[in-house]
């Protein structure tokens, strides 16, 4: 399927991995230009030449800490006129509801609400002007059901996801769309780091952690970046234009839910 979108431009923040990345190689497969992010300089420019050869698409990159304002505004002028926006940051780290203080609390918001909140702010409105944009959030599927121990995601993605509910609305006359994608367990280096926590907890090995985790999702496997990418872009594509204010669960069945 052709997705309309060749030429046009992309902001995709932390990038260089996972998620982020399978979405940003969706996009430029379509024939969109990206502006890539993420904190390590190396792995960006990899992922960042890697794409550039597969795809022939203009990639820009902008290393440092998306969540920080001075990177974020670098990362903002290098997406000047951007048509698409798909925001990523890393999620929080698990624990107990008792344990969080503060200062957890505010990096949680910071990361996963603020700073999707603040790149929309300054994006959408161009796309509102231009009279056509899209925006993905990438969330979790911890707004739909919540995961015990990822208390933080729980509480800073619900508030992201409260504002897109609204904004969507208000900027849907305009021809923008945004929507969230709402992830379950996904192969990527942040799946491996929870698995690292079970396996620390329960003294089992990553093969059995892994098994246990697979058992819980009806797919029987975890998501792949790839397939990921392929659902953000088809969002971000001329077909998706209808699709306002959604939250849409990737998670091979996971969350037991009629709705
Ligand atoms: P990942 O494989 O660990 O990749 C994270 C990417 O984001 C890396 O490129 C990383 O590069 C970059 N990054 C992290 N923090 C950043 C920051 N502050 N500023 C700029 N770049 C940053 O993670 P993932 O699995 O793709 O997860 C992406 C998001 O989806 C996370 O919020 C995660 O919580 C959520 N999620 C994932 C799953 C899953 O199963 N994978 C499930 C539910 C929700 P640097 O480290 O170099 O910055």
């Known amino acids: 399927m052709d997705l309309g979108i060749r030429g046009r431009k992309a902001l995709v923040t932390a990038s260089s991995k996972g998620l982020g990345r399978g979405s940003a190689e969706a996009l430029a497969a379509a024939g969109v230009d990206l502006v890539l992010n993420a904190r390590g300089a190396e792995a960006l420019e990899e992922t960042a030449a890697a794409i550039r050869a597969a795809h022939g698409v203009q990639v820009v990159t902008v ?6 304002e001075g990177p974020r505004a670098a990362v903002l002028t290098a997406a000047e006129g951007a048509d698409i926006l798909v925001t990523n940051a890393g999620g929080p780290p698990p624990g107990l509801w008792s344990d969080w203080s503060r200062d957890d609390f505010i990096r949680a918001i910071d990361a996963n609400m603020l ?31 919540p995961i015990a121990q990822l208390g933080l995601s729980n509480s800073a993605r619900a508030g992201l996801t409260g504002f897109v509910a609204g904004t969507a609305r208000q900027v849907a006359p305009h021809g923008v769309t945004i929507n969230n994608l709402l992830p379950g367990i996904h192969d990527t280096d942040r799946a491996t780091a929870l698995d690292k926590g079970v396996i620390a907890a329960k003294g089992i090995t990553m093969e059995a952690a892994r098994a246990e985790r697979m058992a819980t999702i009806p797919a029987r496997r975890y ?20 699709i306002v204010g959604q939250n849409i669960l990737l998670d091979g069945g996971a969350t037991n839910a009629t709705l």
Do not use: Y
Request: glycine share 12%; with cysteine.
């Open 63 to 68: 290393a440092g800490d998306i969540t920080a």
């Open 115 to 145: 700073t999707p909140i603040a790149l929309m702010q300054a994006l959408l409105p161009g796309m509102m002007a231009r009279g056509w944009g899209r925006v993905v959030n990438i969330t979790s599927q911890s707004v739909k059901a």
């Open 223 to 242: 998501g792949t970046p790839a397939e990921f990418g392929a659902a953000c872009a088809f969002l971000c594509s001329v077909h998706a234009g209808f």
